[in-house]
């Protein structure tokens, strides 16, 4: 299987300020076949399914704003948000798509300071 | 508009079954790859399960090998998870959630979750 870490497990950041996220992989997810990392992020808060934010590593799937980027390719992986805004508040996930099993990381859990 | 509906969760002793169902609604199952995703009481999200668009290929994690099966209904457009033998760890909210289609990636639409206790 393909074990993926989080970086920190959690994290407090201050409104209008920038908040890292990192992801590692413990063997790489890029196809040479294509150069596509097969990584994505999930938005995912209390009550509610989690929500696909990026996919390839830096492709911001539709609605997502524009605050959130992801980075990264082979075994390290960055999300950013560039602003953290009140509504960021959630756990954050990365997912490995490469091969089954789909595994995650633990998730980080991102606060306002 | 894409809608997915678990239903089929509750209380269960240790060694029973449980058939969760995942209604879909506004696409075609036979178009989508489906996975089961759960989160397990205070811990992360864990894959489960896939049973790709085509249906002939689908896998589990290693952990509901052999107890948990995959399988869906095109003509209703109904995605299950039948779970049996069913342990204190499978205790955990049950997402399915939908592949995205190419070029896209990544899991583009989730259900609200069904919940699955297991106690004695």
């Known amino acids: 299987d393909i074990v993926m870490t989080q970086s920190p497990d959690s994290l407090a950041v201050s409104l209008g300020e920038r908040a890292t996220i990192n992801c590692k992989s413990r063997?790489?997810?890029?196809?040479?076949?294509?150069?596509?990392?097969?990584l994505a992020w999930y938005q995912h808060k209390p009550g509610q399914p989690p929500k696909l934010l990026i996919y390839w590593a830096s492709t911001r799937e539709s609605g997502v704003p524009e605050r959130f980027s992801g980075s990264g390719s082979g075994t390290d992986f960055t999300l950013t948000i560039s602003s953290l805004q009140a509504e960021d508040v959630a756990v954050y996930y990365c997912q490995q798509y490469y091969r089954t099993p789909y595994t995650f990381g633990q998730g980080t859990k991102l606060e306002i300071k | 508009q894409v809608q997915l509906v678990e239903s089929g969760g509750g209380v269960v002793q240790p060694g029973g079954s449980l058939r969760l169902s995942c209604a879909a609604s506004?696409?075609?199952?036979?178009?989508?790859?489906m996975h089961w995703v759960r989160q397990a009481p205070g811990k992360g999200l864990e894959w489960v399960a896939v049973i790709w668009y085509d249906g002939d290929n689908n896998y589990n994690v290693d952990s509901v090998k052999g107890r948990f099966t995959i399988s869906r209904d095109t003509s209703k457009n109904m995605l299950f998870l039948q779970m049996n033998s069913l342990r204190v760890e499978d205790t955990a909210v049950y997402y399915c959630?939908?592949?995205?289609?190419?070029?896209?990636?990544?899991?583009?639409?989730w259900g609200q979750g069904t919940l699955v206790s297991v106690s004695s």
């Open positions: 063997q790489s997810v890029l196809k040479s076949s294509n150069n596509k990392n097969y």
């Open positions: 959630a939908r592949d995205a289609l190419a070029p896209r990636a990544g899991f583009d639409n």
């Open positions: 506004g696409f075609t199952l036979s178009t989508f790859g």
